[in-house]
């Protein structure tokens, strides 16, 4: 389930009772992409759309046309006179070609419904690819900074409110507004006058309207807030209900939940109330306006006012029945105008969060030097081949046309780095790290001390500020980014699993490996034993980031899933903080083979864990302050030797 | 499942009631418009006075405004019962949650309640205000409008006897066919949206691999999948407007050709007037079958959020309160006679296998154990928070199952590993333990809890709020203060599962040593993974795969148990640890 709480509703966008303006340059780019994916349906959609709503705004003339023959026939008519026959061929005539415009505005309504199903798909596919594409290129810095919640939205939310736009919104609008158009002009076809009274009821139609939504409105941000409450509470209260039972606090918690219950349901009354008797008044105004339309024209019949109208025609009875209901499908047909409108506005704000993530700038990445497989020749020089020869080399074209090759081997050095996330506040000063090929280096200190930092550094998920970081002699700068950071392996403390087998996780590391080498690194990371006692073993499924694992059992696949991929350098952040210490005991050695010639970057608090490394480096608010293997830090006597003895905590 | 739904619309009632009578007055008010519009049309026609006309015309307007207010009403009346419907239904989900025993809330995961008492409530809301409203609309407008077509247009009102079949046919035939499409495709849908959750989770690992291309891949796969699943059901639906159209066309073309040859004929049973109300009449039958289709599929879809919110209000609470229940508990006393248990009915793997183990009052004891070795669930069973499968689990020299719940779990304070505060102020965090516990108390069991030394650096002191999860205060500070909140409830047995992990070992120490010198009658039972923190236990327990290996002091364990010495010598190795 998505955060709901980081959704904002359209109407929380709504001030009070006004409506936000609409966004034309969004909307502009919605319809220019429209035509864009689909340069002949969208034209030929629109033009299905026009025809069906012209066609449906003319059975008015053709009714006039038939009561006006009828009446004809009817006035000099004598009881027991039949003159069907005569006026039949009249009226028959043009009952057929009104049966033939609705066969063709069926044509085109079936096509146009059917075409619209395909294009709101086609482009929403379209939309969801665009932006899951985008977010794929984004820095890392992106999702840090953004609620995971929000950005499920874009994809949740807002593209349903894209459907509802280009599915219902954007035709109906275009259907309305032809039939207002049609209705419109024959309106002043008949009379002048009796168009002018539609109008002036449509007027109060907004003026109404207008007044009650503010008022909904006003309500719905209350009610808005209210359910967030809500929400809230009942999340806590649902996550922490085995406290709640342990404290028998049962009694207490659910009074605290009808009281914000009360008050969810006074909001959410109110709101619905307004939006709820607005249809009935409005539909009513109309049934009004129907009244008065045919009053009046009752009184222009008998006062023989003179007709004003384009078509010359006098006030006859034969033009009030067409007339009258022309006013029902003018009020109609405005109303739903205003409604699309309204929606249309509430669109735009899901439309242009989608935008926003599609313009997001994507990460940067100017590097040229590039991994490539390498062999030795003859005469012991590096060069390039297409085998999998398990031997890779940094392939770095120069300036001046030359390449050169550098093997691969996992030298990392960091030299006087600088480093904040935002310019105010600094988290790295003047650290320097030289990891050589085959050191375990290993990083201890309080949480913010800034040493998850330092590897988001090696594998520029963010890029330095000041001072150089160089792997194999190459500043990192220089290596395009996925070859940087497939030669580096990452074990995060928190486990990302995806849906699929255990295999399918472990193969993560590497697409090509065979079942073998992966079975080769589950035993590597010590996983192969846990692994081989599930119901299913290796194709065991696992599901919502393997709920159905411990924290334990997540890191070893994880372990194993970075073990398969075989790279010189490994990072592991707190990768084994949640296995207990005596497996950890039993994956040690596991993962002492794991690091035997790679070089090791180790973030972990517990500090057996990082006891028998190369080196240690103690940080504290971003620098480096004792470095050295455990012997010598525990000899000086330092910041290390207090954490050792448990004179310090470290969370 | 209807009746358990309504049970729920309580004192709502009422406007319930009052919305259906309103709604069937401007249903009423709604037909005779048009029927009387017929002789207004019919009056101007035969020339009639001005002043006849306006009279009519008034009498229009009356019934229009005495519609409107109907209409208005019921909006409010509606409103006023979904929405009071849908509190009692979160309130009485809410109290049924809370009569939960641990294994009915591990089996509805939370996210999964919260789903159920928010997004499925309001589906049900509206479910309701629709029922209420325009399933009850819909059906009289069409049987009065039909009525009323019948009276008027004699037999030209036959037309229905076509046009409604065929179109009821229809939609039910489109809604049939789309509903199953639909539902697979939000299955598919949903599915989605959870690959894109895991992947924005998993960034880190995708970019660390530079997996993008892979995931894009994947997804434009699932993507285009679900885009042709979704254009066949959509394609579906777009049938019903055809469809509508059709039966309207056919409709006019029908009531104008054989109105007209009526009107003409040797015997008119119908005039204009007549003729143009028909028009009218046709036009709200089929709109009102249109609304009861409607109805019909979003009745079928909210029946799936009923569903879920059935499930939670019918779930039986595993555990129960004893008829005539213990209320006192003589002493601290644990005793585990062969005690079996497994979490679920059907497990097949026994959890804990014929457990045997005496606690005396005032001991204190450790337990150690590798991951999945039972350590947790072996405490749990003390406060009942599950039931042994079978032999017998006493407190104090009596069965937990008869003791009175709330007085058991008052005696034996547990502090969970997965521990919770909540947001509130400190004070009202430590109150969970004692609600009536005065300020004394509080710091009191603070600094026992080595709380009180951080707690009252805070600039605000006690009444310093803690954020939703307590995320405003550190591990260690947490744990310290869900121990003092444990420790408020002044319990016979205190139960810590992995409470101090994050408490430096220099503080953990400390708080044991309180708990020697200030409750030394309170059994303490203390789960670690740090052998320190179990060293000095009077009796110290092994556990391993659901079973007890070992028990005995740290120097006797040290002596036979092989396991013990493997974690003591792992976790002190390098020798020179001066704790």
């Known amino acids: 389930m998505t955060d709901k709480k980081n959704v904002s509703s359209p109407n929380m966008k709504m001030k009070k009772g006004s409506r936000p303006p609409l966004d034309m340059k969004v909307l502009g780019r919605i319809v220019k992409m429209l035509f864009k994916s689909y340069p002949v349906l969208i034209p030929l959609t629109a033009f299905c759309i026009i025809f069906s709503a012209i066609v449906s705004s003319i059975p008015a003339i053709f009714i006039q046309k038939v009561t006006a023959i009828i009446e004809e026939f009817a006035d000099g008519k004598l009881p027991g006179e039949n003159l069907w026959p005569e006026a039949s061929k009249q009226i028959v005539p043009l009952v057929l070609i009104l049966v033939g415009l609705y066969a063709l505005a069926m044509v085109f309504l079936t096509l146009y419904t059917q075409l619209m199903a395909y294009i709101t798909q086609g482009f929403l596919c379209k939309m969801r690819e665009k932006m899951f594409d985008g977010m794929q290129d984004l820095p890392i810095s992106y999702f840090d900074t953004h609620k995971h919640g929000d950005i499920m939205s874009y994809y949740t939310n807002d593209i349903d409110t894209l459907r509802q736009l280009i599915s219902q919104s954007l035709p109906h609008l275009l259907q309305s507004a032809v039939i207002v158009t049609t209705v419109l002009c024959l309106m002043l076809w008949y009379s002048i006058w009796m168009t002018l009274i539609v109008l002036c009821g449509v007027f109060a139609m907004f003026f109404v309207s207008k007044k009650i939504g503010g008022g909904s409105a006003k309500y719905f941000i209350k009610l808005q807030s209210s359910i967030a409450r809500e929400e809230g509470y009942v999340q806590e209260m649902m996550t922490g209900q085995k406290v709640v039972k342990v404290f028998c606090r049962e009694e207490e918690v659910s009074r605290g939940f009808d009281e914000i219950n009360e008050a969810l349901f006074e909001e959410a009354y109110r709101a619905n109330a307004y939006a709820n008797s607005l249809g009935p008044i409005i539909m009513n105004i109309g049934n009004v306006l129907y009244v008065i339309c045919a009053i009046a024209t009752g009184i222009f019949l008998t006062s023989r006012v003179k007709n004003l109208s384009i078509s010359g025609l006098a006030f006859s009875i034969d033009i009030l029945i067409p007339f009258l209901n022309m006013t029902k499908q003018f009020t109609g047909n405005v109303n739903q105008l205003s409604q699309q409108i309204n929606s249309i506005v509430m669109a735009m704000a899901g439309a242009k969060r989608i935008f926003d993530l599609m313009d997001e700038k994507p990460e940067e990445d100017n590097g040229y030097v590039t991994l490539v497989n390498c062999k030795t020749d003859d005469n012991g020089n590096i060069c390039e081949t297409e085998e999998h020869t398990n031997m890779w080399a940094w392939k770095h074209p120069h300036g001046d046309g030359t390449l050169t090759y550098t093997r691969l081997c996992g030298d990392v050095r960091l030299l006087d780095v600088d480093f904040g996330y935002t310019p105010d506040k600094q988290v790295l000063h003047n650290v320097s790290v030289y990891a050589e090929p085959g050191q375990k280096v290993a990083f201890v200190g309080a949480t913010g001390a800034g040493k998850t930092t330092i590897t988001n550094l090696i594998n520029r998920f963010y890029d330095i500020e000041d001072g150089k970081i160089s792997y194999d002699g190459i500043n990192i700068n220089k290596i395009r980014k996925s070859d940087l950071r497939r030669s580096l392996g990452i074990v995060l403390q928190d486990t990302n699993l995806f849906t699929g087998t255990v295999m399918d996780n472990i193969r993560y590391g590497k697409l090509d490996a065979t079942d073998e080498e992966c079975k080769a690194a589950a035993r590597l990371a010590g996983a192969d034993d846990f692994i081989s006692r599930l119901p299913l073993g290796y194709d065991t499924l696992l599901t919502n980031n393997g709920t159905n694992l411990s924290q334990g059992q997540r890191q070893l696949i994880a372990i194993a899933r970075a073990a398969v991929a075989d790279p010189p350098v490994m990072i592991l952040d707190e990768a084994t903080s949640s296995i207990d210490t005596r497996t950890e005991a039993i994956v040690q050695r596991g993962m002492d083979k794991l690091m035997e010639g790679r070089t090791v970057f180790v973030i972990a608090h517990r500090l057996s864990t990082v006891m028998n490394s190369d080196v240690i480096m103690v940080l504290d608010h971003g620098r480096i302050i004792e470095r050295g293997n455990h012997e010598k830090l525990i000899a000086e006597k330092g910041t290390y030797y207090q954490l050792y003895t448990g004179a310090f905590e470290l969370e | ?579």
């Open chain 2, 1 to 579: 499942m209807f009746k358990r739904f309504l049970k729920s619309v309580r004192e709502y009632k009422r406007p319930s009631i009052l919305t259906i009578i309103f709604i069937v007055l401007e249903v009423i008010i709604e037909v005779i418009i048009p029927f009387i519009t017929a002789d207004l049309i019919n009056d101007i026609r035969a020339g009639i006075e001005v002043s006849e006309l306006i009279k009519t015309g008034a009498l229009l307007i009356v019934l229009a405004l005495c519609s409107l207010s109907c209409g208005g009403l019921a909006g409010f009346t509606c409103s006023k019962a979904s929405a009071g419907f849908a509190k009692n239904l979160r309130h009485d989900m809410f109290k049924k949650i809370q009569t939960y025993s641990f294994e009915n809330i591990d089996k509805f995961s939370s996210s999964s309640l919260v789903t159920r008492m928010t997004t499925d409530v309001s589906n049900v809301q509206m479910a309701y205000m629709m029922l209420i409203r325009i399933a009850v609309r819909a059906p009289l407008m069409l049987l009065f409008s039909m009525i009323m077509a019948f009276i008027m247009g004699g037999k030209l009102a036959l037309t229905f006897v076509v046009v409604v079949p065929v179109l009821v046919g229809g939609f039910l035939l489109v809604a049939r066919n789309a509903m199953p499409a639909f539902k697979r495709v939000f299955k598919k849908y949903d599915k989605l949206n959870e690959s894109i959750e895991e992947n924005v989770r998993g960034m880190r690992v995708i970019k660390g691999f530079s997996r993008e291309e892979y995931e894009k891949e994947k997804f434009g796969k699932a993507s285009d999948d679900i885009r042709l699943d979704f254009t066949k059901a959509e394609r579906i639906v777009a049938l019903n407007n055809p469809l509508m159209q059709i039966c309207i066309y056919f409709n006019m073309a029908f009531i104008l050709l054989v109105g007209s040859k009526l009107i003409l004929g040797v015997n008119p049973t119908i005039d204009v007037g007549e003729l143009s109300a028909m028009l009218t009449y046709g036009m709200q039958v089929l709109m009102q079958l249109m609304m009861l289709s409607m109805i019909y599929v979003m009745l079928t879809m909210s029946s799936e959020s009923m569903k879920r919110i059935s499930e939670v209000l019918v779930e039986e609470p595993q555990l129960k309160n004893p008829e005539n229940p213990v209320v006192t508990m003589k002493d601290g006393s644990v005793d585990f006679e062969n005690v079996c248990f497994k979490y679920a009915y059907k497990a097949n793997r026994m959890a804990l296998e014929g457990v045997n183990l005496h606690i005396d009052s005032g001991m204190t004891v450790g337990i150690l154990g590798g991951t999945g070795s039972s350590k947790s669930t072996v405490v749990q069973l003390i406060p009942r928070l599950y039931d042994v499968t079978s032999g017998s689990l006493k407190v104090g020299g009596t069965d937990v199952r008869d003791y009175d719940i709330s007085v058991l779990r008052d005696n034996v304070a547990m502090v969970l590993q997965k521990n919770l505060l909540f947001s509130g102020t400190i004070k009202e965090n430590l109150r969970w333990g004692n609600e009536n516990a005065t300020d004394e108390e509080l710091i009191e069991a603070c600094k026992l809890a080595r709380a009180d030394e951080f707690v009252s650096r805070f600039p605000a002191g006690y009444d310093t709020r803690i954020e939703q999860g307590g995320t405003n205060v550190s591990g260690g500070q947490k744990q310290r203060l869900c121990i003092a909140r444990a420790l408020l409830k002044k319990p016979k047995i205190l139960i810590l599962d992995d409470s101090t992990s994050a408490v430096d070992m220099k503080t953990d120490a400390l708080i044991r040593e309180g708990f020697k010198h200030y409750i030394p009658e309170t059994t303490k039972i203390i789960i670690a993974q740090r052998v320190a923190s179990v060293m000095d236990a009077d009796m110290i327990i092994i556990m391993e795969n659901g079973a007890i290996v070992d028990k005995g002091t740290h120097a006797e364990l040290l002596e036979r148990c092989d396991i013990y010495r493997e974690i003591y010598e792992q976790q002190t190795n390098g020798g020179d640890k001066n704790d």
